[in-house]
């Protein structure tokens, strides 16, 4: 027998899919809106798994609340946007050198992801644009924000012996990625 138990999640982001491509004879028109800079009310349900139950749960729903304050810590109000888009040394101008990702500016963090060192800012309006940047190593899609999620909660709940066997991320009520081991 196997128990699985889901938590549901909100938060707020921005983004770019800087890839994207469309087959106008399945989409109908060629606008590539997702190109733009743009933002979501996103969704996440996180599902855990166990072939046992310890005093009768797979685990307390409050072991999710670490989740719950790194999606508001981390992502909520925050863009997320690919080191490698063609936007990002313009987007980012204060921390790129010689059009280069300058690593010596931005703090990394073993969920994948830099943000700014804002240290040597001083103009409010600058801090508060790159306070608000998620720096990632892959395109912000559904697909790659799901898989991406479900690495930092599989490596965390670990800890506990508390399998994450999915992670489904709605980026509008309509449209939604599940990803799963």
């Not at 989409?27 to 855990?48: N, P």
């Not at 073993?110 to 040597?120: A, I, V």
Request: glycine letters at 4%; a negative charge.
């Amino acid at each position: 027998m196997k128990w699985i138990i889901d938590k549901q999640f909100d938060f707020c982001y921005g983004h770019r899919v800087w890839s994207q491509e469309l087959n106008k004879e399945f989409s109908l028109d060629s606008c590539l809106a997702c190109r733009h800079l743009h933002g979501h009310q996103g969704k996440i349900k996180i599902y855990l798994a166990s072939e046992s139950l310890e005093n009768g749960m797979v685990t307390d729903f409050k072991h999710l609340n670490w989740f719950k304050e790194w999606l508001d810590n981390v992502l909520d109000h925050k863009f997320i946007i690919d080191k490698n888009d063609p936007l990002f040394f313009d987007l980012m101008s204060h921390y790129t050198k010689d059009d280069k990702f300058d690593e010596d500016k931005f703090f990394y963090f073993e969920e994948g992801y830099w943000t700014c060192d804002l240290s040597n800012l001083k103009n409010r309006a600058l801090i508060e644009k790159y306070e608000g940047m998620v720096v990632v190593d892959f395109v912000p899609t559904s697909e790659n924000i799901s898989a991406w999620l479900l690495e930092v909660a599989r490596k965390k709940m670990a800890k506990l012996g508390i399998d994450v066997v999915a992670i489904e991320f709605w980026e509008t009520p309509k449209s939604h990625c599940r990803v799963e081991i």
